[in-house]
């Protein structure tokens, strides 16, 4: 385990100590973070009597339960504005950070062999480039042999998180995107895309459709062993998905010297940085009417901190830094109950 910092280890022995009750919590949200806190919560309940669960239900659904109080927490890709309404009722942290990875199923490509570039992408998921073997493709990869296929280019269906960091990267380096689909959770995609969905559903459409493409977050493209492509960043390098380059990302944004959480993390610069960076967030009331629920959820977050950086890094995540770390627990000190009490827990 990576040594926490004075500031962060600080905060957590001055949180004042409550009796230790088993209480059960129930997750919802992004499909992506399925297999991140599926392995925190087997981990966990092998030395808690707390029995977690999670549902990979997808972003805008994590976000629906949760204002419900149909789930104790919610998961989302997206971070919401300050300026967002939602922001007055929910808490929205940080647990760590990954990559969107688009792959393929292509004959005679390895993983990180096919390069793109984010207008290339763009045009393709618009329906303008077809086939593999158009000239935008095999400007971008001299010297290889591209087949003729037809491209066939899968997209979630449902609100989802990982589309809307996908976009996003869309957006940003394609004018024309921007201008005609937008970055959004839901997506007016053209007639040509094959909707499916959750991440899984992604993957089993690719897999058996050859020339097909998709896109997943990197623990799934880790877990399934799929064919990612290169892609182009802002330095105009030609990158494969890296934890070194979720970092590099990281690093050159405004979370590392502002906390500017809400800020994503996508086609940022840096020679290593993945250009569709993203992070996973989880949402809780900010007032809870359940405050031990509530405190089991803010323990088993303290407990990925202090003791489930392996197991993210083997799900294709990557830990906070610790000013970060420190200023997630900062931000779950504020929850308060009915009352306008500061609850008061210890971490795990």
Aim: glycine share 8%; hydrophobic share 40%.
């Amino acid at each position: 385990m990576v040594k926490l910092n004075s500031i962060l280890m600080l905060m957590l022995l001055s949180l004042p100590g409550v009796p230790a009750l088993a209480v059960d919590i129930k997750g919802a949200g992004s499909s992506a973070a399925l297999p991140l806190y599926e392995n925190w919560a087997k981990a966990y309940m092998d030395t808690s009597r707390d029995f977690v669960t999670y549902e990979g239900a997808g972003s805008t659904a994590g976000l629906k339960k949760v204002k419900e109080h149909a789930v104790d927490f919610g998961a989302s890709d997206i971070a919401i504005a300050p300026t967002d309404s939602d922001s007055k009722v929910l808490v929205c942290v940080p647990t760590s950070i990954t990559g969107v990875v688009p792959f393929v199923n292509l004959p005679g490509f390895r993983p990180g062999q096919l390069n793109l570039s984010g207008s290339v992408l763009a045009d393709i998921y618009a329906g303008k480039i077809k086939v593999w073997n158009d000239s935008a493709i095999a400007a971008l990869n001299p010297g290889k042999s591209l087949p003729a296929l037809p491209i066939y280019t899968v997209a979630r269906i449902e609100g989802s998180g990982t589309t809307y960091v996908f976009t996003d990267f869309l957006s940003k380096t394609s004018p024309e995107w921007h201008d005609n689909f937008g970055t959004n959770l839901i997506v007016p995609w053209a007639d040509s895309v094959h909707k499916v969905k959750g991440s899984t559903g992604v993957i089993a459409e690719v897999k058996k459709n050859s020339g097909a493409i998709g896109y997943v977050d990197y623990g799934y493209s880790l877990q399934e062993h799929l064919t990612y492509v290169s892609l182009l960043n802002r330095d105009k390098k030609m990158v494969e998905p890296t934890f070194a380059g979720f970092n590099s990302a990281l690093t050159n944004s405004d979370w590392k010297t502002k906390a500017n959480f809400e800020e994503i993390l996508t086609d940022r610069p840096g020679p290593e940085t993945w250009p569709i960076t993203t992070a996973t967030f989880i949402l809780i009331p900010r007032v809870t009417l359940t405050p031990e629920k509530t405190i089991a959820v803010m323990k088993f977050i303290s407990w990925g901190f202090l003791h489930g950086d392996e197991i993210a890094r083997k799900v294709g995540y990557v830990r906070l830094i610790d000013p970060l770390q420190a200023k997630v627990f900062s931000i779950l000190l504020t929850v308060t109950d009915k009352n306008g009490q500061t609850l008061k827990w210890t971490p795990f």
